[in-house]
């Protein structure tokens, strides 16, 4: 069993940038949302039920290989620092965060399984891939969701399929996200377009971190919208033919962009760099876009000195949560852009 | 008859073309009108998803209308009452979906285009779709006093989470050409005509397709 201070000083497989496409498809994500049977929904549930699922469900797991490196964080007991840092690595989501009572997360095998514990439902199961993995995704929380309802009996109907707290899961309860990295779309102003044909054929689009959320550094997660009616695979095909389609999209506008606005592009490519060297104090906001643009220079090899990984890491380990996390104590926002600043400064070897 | 159409509220920039009209927590009733751009910024094309389920529940609730008023039901095992589901769009147990059976197929088929679970199964599960399945019966609830029905007042807490969730998305839309028909569309959505309406969104969603193929 590791702690969670050991997850700050490394990298989750998925923000590696070595999978497929890595220089559009970020991630590859399928989650799976269950309930055990016999057992009230969480919208209905007493502390003293969610203090017993929660139990229920850890013991259950105990047993279910989530490969190696598991780590068990219980969010009633965990910081609120820890809790922020857990969801800017995409390991639990906000519901969570700011829920109450007894409720956690399992994580394991270098951060590409997470399973919830008492978020909307029972269980909220995920697999995380670097890249467009979504076969290799599926094949690996298919065999997990196996291994826990031999443990633990879900709420499962005959004709409804795996039954949810929220109608718009139930069936397969799988949604399956990519997370995509557009700035040529944006700036070519050819986003909208993409947006009107996904919501067309029923697929969502969301920022960074979900719902509610600001798409900033050009960011975008693609998911499915209906869960029933159609098998996991199918489901999967659906969105995984869809991806390429994209990624050719944002490829065609970044040849095009270094072709026809070459001066304009290696200025704004530059410029971040220059900016994210030398800083001393910067926010959030401004760090994700001027990563956004110093990943697309990287990817369309005007930056040789910087690593890709290193550029997809700080977009993450730049969040106030992981700068928080990294100084060991909790900052005022003045103090993050401060911290912030020195902290890209230190990795992308500004020299002054 | 040609109203200027409206301009994104956030960039200034793109016509908008995301309308969307909001009740926050304190009950008051924003409109926003944004471009794609700026609306999928700040989460909101994300956030149709959640206010189809409301839209959609507020469909089924007009279709009940006209009918005659049927009594509340209330689950056995959970307690819930389905009032209380439709208020939140959240189920208390496994069984509210039998013990609402008949809204709850209404309402899968609006949000999924189907009813029946098709893929993955848990060992031991019935493989076999009971299409005569008879739902459980369901205790009718009292009617509520003044005071309320204790056991649903228990079982009802305030639902978790943000505040971007306890606002309730009542009504959204995405119209972007076909324009008198989209102010059709606005003037059905204002009367709370809300069956018309998805049918009008349909159409135009539609055209609007065929007119991409051709492009
Ligand atoms: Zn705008
Ligand atoms: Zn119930």
Redesign the interface.
Known sequence: MIRIDELAGRTGEWLRGTGPENDIVISSRIRLAR?V?????L??ASHKVKAELEAQIRTGLESVNLGPGRLYVSLKDASPVDRQFLMERHLIS??LL???GDRGVAIANEETVAIMVNE?DHLRIQVLRSGLQLEEAWREI?RI??EI??KL????????????????N???G?RISVLLHLPAL?MTRQ??KV???L??INF????LY???????GNF?QISN??????????LITELANVVPEIVKFERHCREKLAKEQKTNLEDRVYRAAGTLRFARSISTEETMELLSSLRLGSHLSLLPDIEPRVINELFISTQPGHLQKHEGRPLSPQERDLARAGFIRGRLGGRV | MASQQKMCETCQE?PA?VHLTEMSQQQVVLERHL???CA????L??????S??AELLGNLKDKQKGAAKEPDIRCP????LYSDFRG???????RD??VFRKH?VA??EK?????????????G???????T?TPPKAAAAPKATAAGPATATA???P????E??SKEVVEVM?A?TVATLEKELEKLIKAEEYEKAAKLRDQI?DM??KK?TKE
């Open positions: 309930n049977a016999e057992r009230p929904f919208t209905v906000r519901d700011n829920g109450e909307e298919d969701d196996d309802a031999a009996p879900y709420a499962f109907h005959a004709q409804f399929g795996y039954l949810t707290a929220c109608p718009t139930a069936g397969t799988m944006v986003i909208d947006f009107q044909a919501s067309r969502s689009v969301r920022g979900g719902e509610g959320t600001q798409a900033s975008y919208q209906a869960t029933l009616g159609k098998a996991e695979t199918q | 793109s073309t471009c794609d751009t999928a910024k700040q989460g094309i994300g956030k149709m998803q959640m189809l389920v095992d959970c307690g819930i939140k769009a959240r189920f208390g147990c496994a979906y039998d709850v309402l899968l949000i999924h285009g189907a009813t029946e679970h098709v893929g993955k199964r848990p060992k599960a019935p493989k076999a779709v009971p299409k399945a079982a009802v807490k639902s978790k989470g943000t971007e969730k995405k972007k969603r609007k397709a991409e």
